[in-house]
């Protein structure tokens, strides 16, 4: 039986992050990933916090464009920009971007199994015993601390008892070539139910031509797939269809996302999760690698000083994750809230915000797309917008106040 310090199971970027850690470290550790390929299939839109390419030294040879900010559609097509003054995100190439990930981690001293399914563990003394299968050969490897970034159906962590039930998002995306962009370096968001049910829709521009049209769905207000959808948001929508009446679809790739979703326990004794396995998305925008890759690195930390003092120590993983869990919180919070509005309540929201062109100028001047609990505490600190809200949403405004509780206790 093979025997490691580490195992981390899952060899996404967030897994990655957790390997490249303890391997650079000195820590014997094993990565495994169930399919054939590194960055396949893609499940991801690729948009990335500019700042999270040197806090985490993340491949820029993966960075395909970037972008100062986005244009939003209400459902009636009322539109507003904001516009920062810096770039704000990056947009990668996933398959690079992953590849690049996994290089690095190898390169610091991971072992890498791929095509590697792991269904089963059990606790010992010394840690866990995981029962797994290469190709078609059934293995067992034994592990000091396990990392769960297994993804949006996390198998260990329902082992153990960690799982809990929660949100999914159903996704689909074409790549396209020659989608007619109000500009390369904005993305477009669409709201709508009719279109988007239970989510939004997007243009992400890409180099060469190229844009990235998509959507989510919440399984919860339709049982039409999102291909249905997609469909028809480019034949009627009557902004999408007309930018990509004259494209073409180049690649096709979806996926599920977790969202809501907050384990009872983030760690038990000596097993670990992080990403998608632990809810480290936000519910807003479905978008997990920042906070997944933070995760990632307190994660990556906590277990190099468990191993070399005290294993008794993980609990540190948990203390140091709380303030950004709160982040979280908040937009799963903003995103039962927003699933809450009719579109036509919607209409009158997003013009409010649309409309008030000095509170616009704060959110480019003050805030990014990373933390949006920023946006918000702008919006409770605004006399004139509260006032309006008040008026307008009564019952929403009760909810906005009891966030502010939260947000500020």
Request: net charge positive.
């Amino acid at each position: 039986m093979k025997t490691f310090e580490v195992v981390v199971v899952g060899g996404g970027p967030i897994g990655c992050r957790v390997a490249y850690l303890t391997s650079k470290n000195g820590w014997k550790t094993l990565l495994i990933e169930e399919h054939k390929q590194v960055g396949k299939p893609v499940h991801c839109t690729g948009k990335i916090y500019v700042k999270a390419f040197k806090e985490f030294e993340l491949p820029k040879e993966s960075i395909v464009n970037e972008v100062k900010g986005a244009y939003f559609y209400s459902p009636n097509n009322f539109s507003f920009k904001i516009s920062k003054s810096k770039i704000d995100s990056y947009i990668v190439d996933r398959e690079i971007f992953d590849l690049k990930m996994v290089e690095k981690a190898v390169d610091a001293g991971t072992h890498l199994m791929m095509e590697t399914k792991c269904y089963d563990l059990t606790k010992n003394v010394d840690g866990y015993v995981l029962r797994s299968k290469y190709k078609n050969e059934k293995i067992e490897l034994k592990a000091k601390i396990v990392v769960d970034a297994e993804g949006w159906n996390p198998i260990l962590s329902k082992k153990l008892g960690l799982y809990e039930e929660t949100t999914y998002l159903k996704g689909l995306q074409y790549e396209m070539l020659d989608v007619d962009l109000n500009n390369e370096k904005f993305v477009e968001v669409y709201f709508g139910k009719q279109f988007f049910p239970g989510f939004f829709g997007w243009i992400v521009p890409v180099r060469d031509g190229k844009a990235r049209v998509g959507l989510c769905i919440n399984p919860k207000y339709t049982s039409s797939p999102p291909s249905y959808y997609l469909r028809k948001a480019l034949k009627d929508h009557p902004i999408i269809s007309r930018k990509t009446r004259k494209a073409k679809i180049v690649k096709i790739f979806g996926g599920i996302i977790p969202i809501h979703r907050f384990p009872r326990k983030s760690f038990v004794g000596r097993f670990i999760l992080v990403g998608d396995s632990a809810g480290h998305v936000k519910s807003t925008t479905g978008g997990g690698l920042y906070f997944g890759l933070k995760a990632a690195t307190i994660a990556g930390e906590v277990i190099c000083e468990c191993l070399e003092k005290n294993m008794k120590n993980l609990g540190l993983y948990k203390k140091k994750w709380k303030i950004w869990e709160k982040e979280l919180k908040f937009t799963s919070f903003a995103r039962k809230i927003l699933d809450e509005f009719s579109d036509k309540e919607l209409n009158k929201v997003l013009r409010l915000i649309g409309e008030d062109k000095k509170f616009l100028s704060k959110i480019e001047d003050k805030c990014s797309s990373q933390n949006q609990s920023q946006v918000f505490r702008l919006m409770i600190t605004n006399p004139n917008l509260m006032l309006k809200f008040s008026r307008y949403f009564p019952k929403f405004f009760n909810l906005i106040l009891r966030e502010k509780a939260y947000m500020f206790s």
